[in-house]
């Protein structure tokens, strides 16, 4: 079979070549039989089309990966597809670090130097914090937090903050693969003040209280818990730190709604906050630890530090987005961009890209919809919003067209709802309504 010319001059070494083959055949085999029960040699295929799907699986396996797509979906932070997407000015620093950088060195004296010696002193002036680490992201934070700061004793934890995020992640498991006994106390809806009392006061107490931000739910009705500033009281009478996992690390500024940022939770006495960096901070994925400089140095000094630390690409695009929030009363990222467009504005882009479609322009209709935020923030707060409701070409039910969207070039992703493929604006960027004009004309226009 390797002898069909496609396959031959196919740029893939032979290795891997033999591999595909071996696979491909293994599945074929497998289809033929799942099919009838026993392989049918009229139903195999030809060697040209045999060599077709090859090549076309070989080009999958080498095809650049992850690639960009347009994000339809009106979820600003969409952990499927790449979560914050990344400012020009990081994506720059990306590129400015990718060869031979002054990661480790100082120029000055030529001397060994830290690869958060810049990081550092920048976070910590924005944040307020006497002292900044980062690591890979935010569970990683979490993890690190609980293993230098959470032994021997394990942590204390409400019942009712006991976060499950997308993908299966919960912090309470978090803090038990960090070898930390995880204390439960309160119940699901009601946590107070005497259970971290009691938690702390036992025979066998835990070395630090573990706090979780309500990420992505919202509990309603017969609740209470206990407030930040009265619970770093009690950590700081008992001697104990208080971590506090924020998860969307808002910064306030450009940021609608009642997330809580950074700031607030140092204010209140937190000792170490832990944060993601490609959530509200709108930066690449990375883990913010924020704190007293003790415990901040803890975390940095343990040997787990060493296997969780960020790349130079990671910290030059997380510095990059810092300088931002430094320099500007609302930071020009693109998360607080489009969480920012107004409505007349969305609408005004959506008019627009009907008519550059070609064929959407006798026939387009828009519709008002909600977007969110997400990324774990702002649960059931939702922005204004505009869709373009798409034409369907004859024949094509809703979740065919949204497929032969996400697989043009560039990929669009959109929502299908009650039937309709819903192209939402508000996570979109102004600069890629012209690709994304183009990538729906052809959708469209195809039969
Ligand atoms: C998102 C989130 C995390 C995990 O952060 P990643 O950067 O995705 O690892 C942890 N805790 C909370 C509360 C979160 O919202």
């Known amino acids: 079979m390797l002898a069909a010319s496609p396959l031959r001059e196919h740029s893939a070494a032979a290795v891997i070549k033999k591999r595909v083959v071996q696979e491909a055949i293994a599945d074929l085999r497998a289809q033929l039989q799942a099919a009838s029960g026993r392989i049918d040699a009229a139903q195999v295929p030809d060697v040209d089309t045999l060599a077709k799907l090859l090549t076309t699986r070989l080009d999958q396996l080498l095809r650049a990966h992850p690639r960009r797509v347009i994000n339809g979906t009106g979820v600003i932070l969409h952990t499927n597809i790449g979560r914050a997407p990344i400012s020009d000015r990081a994506r720059a620093a990306m590129l400015g670090a990718a060869g031979y950088c002054d990661l480790e060195i100082d120029l000055e004296s030529g001397r060994r130097g830290s690869r958060f010696s810049r990081i550092r002193p920048l976070a910590r002036a924005l944040l307020g914090a006497e002292d900044v680490h980062v690591v890979n992201n935010g569970g990683a934070a979490v993890l690190l937090a609980c293993t230098a700061l959470g032994l021997p004793g394990g942590v204390v934890l409400s019942r009712g903050q006991m976060v499950e995020i997308g993908d299966r992640f919960r912090v309470a498991e978090m803090a038990a693969a960090a070898g930390a006994r995880v204390h439960e106390i309160g119940s699901t809806n009601r946590t107070h003040l005497r259970d971290y009392e009691r938690a702390l006061a036992g025979d066998d107490p835990p070395s630090a209280i573990l706090w979780a931000h309500l990420s992505n739910f919202r509990q309603e009705g017969f609740v209470a818990s206990v407030e930040l500033r009265a619970l770093a009281e009690l950590a700081r009478a008992r001697g104990v730190p208080l971590i506090a ?3 969307s690390g808002s910064l306030g500024r450009g940021v609608p709604g009642q997330e809580p940022t950074i700031q607030d939770y140092l204010a209140a006495g937190v000792d170490l906050v832990t944060c993601s960096g ?28 060493r296997a969780l630390r960020p790349d130079k690409c990671t910290l030059a695009a997380l510095h990059a987005t810092l300088a931002a929030h430094a320099q500007a009363e609302r930071p020009a990222l693109p998360v607080h961009r489009m969480a920012a467009a107004t409505v007349t504005r969305l609408r005004e882009r959506a008019r627009k890209l009907a008519l550059a479609t070609g064929c959407l322009e006798s026939n387009v209709q828009t519709k008002s919809t909600r977007a969110a935020i997400g990324g774990g923030s702002l649960p059931g707060d939702t922005l204004e919003s505009v869709a373009l409701i798409l034409p369907r070409p004859a024949g094509l039910t809703a979740s065919a067209l949204a497929k032969r969207l996400r697989l043009g070039e560039p990929a669009v992703i959109t929502r299908v709802q009650a039937d309709e493929v819903l192209l939402d604006l508000r996570a979109v960027a102004p600069e890629e309504d012209a690709a994304l004009a183009e990538a729906l004309g052809r959708a469209l226009r195809a039969g």
């Open 245 to 247: 996992d924020l998860g």
């Open 278 to 305: 490609d959530k509200l901070l709108g930066g690449p994925q990375a883990g913010v630890m924020a704190g007293r400089a003790a415990l901040v140095e803890r975390c940095r000094r343990h040997p787990m530090a």
